[in-house]
């Protein structure tokens, strides 16, 4: 166990739909990155914050935002859901902005 | 922007065997990190190289940091069952660069 939560474990939705995935960094952890995943792929980078701030961004979509909350909590929001974004999406924490990466289980989301 | 090949793809092994696989890139690396990911799992560190040079083990495993800086290679020894999965690298570059994966290699043990 990472000590890093992601909810769901799985959604499944239609096309056209919205849906927010939440992320819980590890207790200290002040960075949160998100990554998707999709089948027999490699991890594409998409967002990071550091203490509520937006650090880096990757090949994120305009129709993808996030944010981090004073918590430290993450959410990952999709909107116009297409079917080309059922993926797994993953968040990882980090103390800093320069160290290890400690994944969470990830979202399996399905597009239907 | 900078790319990693990993190498290679895939792997079929015998149970015991000793496996080796690397990544090359394309710019220098200041951190080379070295994931494993069962299937619908998230990745799961295993070793992490801050150092031109660096050799860090981590029981079976051993990874190495190399002298150019744009590669780095993980042995694991007397490979087991328990050792199927994807191995992922990750690199990153000077001045707080989001980290790069490489594309994986599957490795599969044959008891």
């Known amino acids: 166990d990472s000590g890093v939560t992601q909810t769901p474990k799985h959604l499944i939705t239609a096309t056209g739909q919205r849906v927010t995935l939440r992320c819980s960094p590890r207790?200290?952890?002040?960075?949160v990155y998100w990554y998707q995943q999709s089948l027999d792929q490699g991890l594409q980078f998409l967002i990071q914050?550091?203490?509520?701030?937006?650090?880096a961004k990757g090949n994120i979509l305009e129709r993808f935002s996030a944010q981090q909350f004073p918590d430290l909590h993450s959410e990952l929001n999709l909107s116009s859901l297409e079917l080309g974004d059922s993926a797994l999406y993953f968040c990882?924490?980090?103390?800093?902005?320069?160290?290890?990466?400690?994944f969470g289980p990830g979202t399996r989301l399905t597009v239907l | 922007g900078q790319q990693l090949n990993q190498s290679p793809q895939s792997m079929f092994i015998q149970e015991g065997e000793d496996v080796s696989m690397n990544c090359t890139s394309s710019?220098?690396?200041?951190?080379w990190l070295w994931y494993k990911q069962d299937p619908g799992e998230g990745p799961v560190l295993l070793i992490a190289?801050?150092?031109?040079?660096e050799l860090t083990s981590n029981g079976r495993l051993t990874a190495q940091f190399g002298i150019t800086r744009k590669d780095s290679f993980l042995n694991i020894s007397a490979s087991i069952p328990s050792d199927v999965g994807i191995y992922f690298c990750?690199?990153?570059?000077?001045?707080?660069?989001?980290?790069?994966f490489g594309k994986g290699t599957r490795l599969s043990v044959i008891a």
């Open positions: 710019s220098i690396f200041n951190t």
């Open positions: 990882a924490s980090s103390v800093a902005v320069v160290n290890e990466q400690f």
């Open positions: 914050y550091y203490n509520g701030e937006e650090r």
């Open positions: 990750a690199g990153q570059g000077a001045g707080n660069t989001p980290l790069v």
């Open positions: 190289l801050y150092k031109a040079g």
């Open positions: 207790s200290g952890d002040l960075s």
